[in-house]
């Protein structure tokens, strides 16, 4: 298995600018988690998804941003408008909970600057 | 507020000897914790569990202890290599979906 894939691994965009990052879940996982790494918060939750159906959103900083799955093995997280304090390493991870596996595998990260 | 936090932001060690990272929590509900190693421009990868009803737990070199009355968490590897360097996450949790990270232990091992 190729594990979580995510792209673009790198995005440069001007501020006001629309940003779609991309997740694809690990075959046979049905959970799905996007979070966000910056120096002054550490690795942080935006929102999780359970079955295709977001579960906890509250982690998602405001209106700006918003997450899909449209299917089992796909995910997106939109940031619309972009601002430059979006600037950060985006994670998605998934994993197939079950009793005594909590174990969350991450993609390799996107990280976004926004000028 | 951060409800894990991880007070020493990195830490060298010679190689071969013991590395301890720390973690203290707040929430007394959480009831499972992990530990994630991150390389540079990759994701954090799955390192060790324990579960609240544990204290401790082994795999190899590395063993994660847990103090539920003072909540501490503490990451021992021995002994220690230079390709240990890397941050080190612990992670917490009282559903298995939600977890909530620390900011993170940068780990120096040096040769």
């Known amino acids: 298995d190729a594990g979580v894939i995510q792209s673009p691994r790198h995005e440069v965009t001007e501020m006001g600018q629309e940003v779609t990052l991309r997740c694809k879940l690990i075959s046979g996982h049905n959970s799905l988690f996007w979070y966000r790494q910056t120096m002054m918060r550490g690795l942080e939750l935006l929102i999780y998804f359970n079955n295709n159906v977001p579960i906890d959103d509250s982690g998602m900083p405001e209106d700006r941003f918003s997450a899909k799955m449209p299917n089992a093995s796909f995910s997106t997280l939109k940031i619309q408008p972009s601002e430059p304090r979006d600037s950060a390493v985006y994670f998605c991870?998934?994993?197939?909970?079950?009793?005594?596996?909590?174990?969350?595998?991450f993609g390799p990260g996107t990280r976004l600057t926004v000028t | 507020d951060q409800q894990v936090k991880q007070n020493s932001p990195s830490l060298s060690v010679q190689e071969g000897r013991i590395s301890i990272l720390n973690c203290d929590y707040t929430?007394?509900?959480?009831?499972?914790f992990l530990w994630y190693k991150k390389y540079p421009a990759e994701g954090p990868t799955f390192l060790i569990s324990i579960s609240s009803i544990k204290d401790k737990n082994e795999d190899g070199r590395f063993t994660v202890f847990l103090n539920k009355s003072a909540k501490h968490l503490s990451l021992h590897i021995v002994p220690s290599q230079p390709g240990d360097s890397a941050v080190y996450f612990c992670?917490?949790?009282?559903?298995?979906?939600?977890?909530?990270f620390g900011s993170g232990t940068k780990l120096n091992v040096k040769p």
């Open positions: 929430n007394s509900m959480f009831d499972y």
């Open positions: 991870a998934s994993s197939f909970p079950a009793e005594g596996v909590y174990e969350q595998y």
């Open positions: 992670a917490a949790s009282r559903d298995i979906n939600k977890f909530y």
